[in-house]
């Protein structure tokens, strides 16, 4: 079966930087579209990020400029490069491989 599996959140100052990893299983990950989604305490989860087979992007207005969504078929994992972290980026992190398949999600939390 499919299955996704993030990594690399954490605990982050104000600036900093974070890069998030999900590794993909069970499926022909190339040509998937995988997508990058966020949820914060209280909130309803939101888009981030997405990445299509041939390597178009697309991004949120909030983390564009400064999130960057790439992706290694040989090793069948999405990435997701967050830099000048600001605290308003703090949430649950959860990888999707779109439509309907979703990570167990990765805390990222910054501090001000």
């Known amino acids: 079966q499919v299955q996704l599996v993030e990594s690399g959140g954490g605990l982050v100052q104000a600036g900093g930087s974070l890069r998030l990893s999900c590794a993909v299983s069970g499926t022909i990950f190339s040509t998937k579209v995988m997508g990058w989604y966020r949820q914060a305490p209280g909130k309803q989860r939101e888009f981030v990020a997405r990445?299509?087979?041939?390597?178009?992007?697309y991004y949120a207005n909030s983390v564009k400029g400064r999130f960057t969504i790439s992706r290694d078929n040989a090793k069948n994992t999405v990435y997701l490069q967050m830099n000048s972290l600001k605290p308003e980026d703090t949430a649950v992190y959860y990888c999707?491989?779109?439509?309907?398949?979703w990570g167990q999600g990765t805390q990222v939390t910054v501090s001000s």
């Open positions: 990445i299509f087979r041939d390597g178009t992007r």
């Open positions: 999707n491989l779109e439509p309907e398949f």
